[in-house]
């Protein structure tokens, strides 16, 4: 097992197009969440999963946002009429559920978007 | 709202040296308290934690210290490697959420 993998690593998009990202956690982890950083500011929390449920998103997660992990195992995040502003590095983790320290998450490389 | 405010974005000191790299929280719900490091361009790994009814936790060259009434937290490491060279992130967390400050860019000088 080679850890949380993110593809692509980087995207370049034209402003209202929309972009996918995929993510594969790590493979016995049904925890994964969901991640966004921008310039000089640490990563913010947008959305978890348990399983295949999307148990909690955050107020950052606006309507074009859309996340899912159909079959409880990779996920795949959506945004849909991309802005210049949602131009940041996504990062996904994942974590094994009831493993003492629920806080330690493994993250992805991430994958940068650039809205132009 | 910033929670976990991390004021030095950078910090250099010198190989075999104390590094001390600060944090202050607002939010007093908060569980646990952890420091994450990273690498360029490889995501964030987790380094030490702190329960929020602790005031010390040590692990190898790594202490961390809480002080709740301040909501203050350090991070030590002793003695510094130039391999510790990373940006350190400062995190609390209650349930699944993790708040991250903006970190501090720690450089060790050989």
Known sequence: ?116 | DQQVKQNSPSLSVQEGRISILNCDYTNSMFDYFLWYKKYPAEGPTFLISISSIKDKNEDGRFTVFLNKSAKHLSLHIVPSQPGDSAVYFCLGTSGSRLTFGEGTQLTVNP
């Not at chain 1, 295949?52 to 795949?76: H, I, M, V």
């Open chain 1, 1 to 116: 097992d080679t850890g949380v993998s993110q593809n692509p690593r980087h995207k370049i998009t034209k402003r209202g197009q929309n972009v996918t990202f995929r993510c594969d956690p790590i493979s016995e982890h049904n925890r994964l969440y969901w991640y966004r950083q921008t310039l000089g500011q640490g990563p913010e929390f947008l959305t978890y999963f348990q399983n295949e449920a999307q148990l909690e998103k955050s107020r950052l997660l606006s309507d074009r946002f859309s996340a899912e992990r159909p079959k409880g195992s990779f996920s795949t995040l959506e945004i849909q009429r991309t802005e210049q502003g949602d131009s940041a590095m996504y990062l996904c983790a994942s974590s094994p559920r009831d493993k003492g320290v629920a806080y330690e998450q493994y993250f992805g490389p991430g994958t940068r978007l650039t809205v132009t």
